[in-house]
């Protein structure tokens, strides 16, 4: 997991992600994408289980 999250430190953030980068410290809040991601893995759990109900 840290090591996605360091891989994922290059790429850009969307805005009201919180990124805070100092000399040799970077703390990541991804907070929004946190909340997109939960929605679009929520939705897709939902469609495939109405296919297998």
């Known amino acids: 997991m ?3 999250i360091s891989k994922m ?3 850009k953030w969307l805005p ?3 990124v805070i ?3 040799n410290f970077v703390f990541i809040f991804p ?3 946190m909340i997109i991601l ?4 929520t939705v897709i759990i939902n469609i ?3 296919f297998f109900k």
């Open 2 to 4: 840290i090591y996605l």
């Open 16 to 18: 009201g992600d919180i």
């Open 38 to 41: 939960s929605i679009v893995i």
């Open 9 to 11: 430190s290059d790429i």
């Open 48 to 50: 495939i289980g109405r």
């Open 21 to 23: 980068k100092k000399k």
């Open 31 to 33: 907070i929004t994408t």
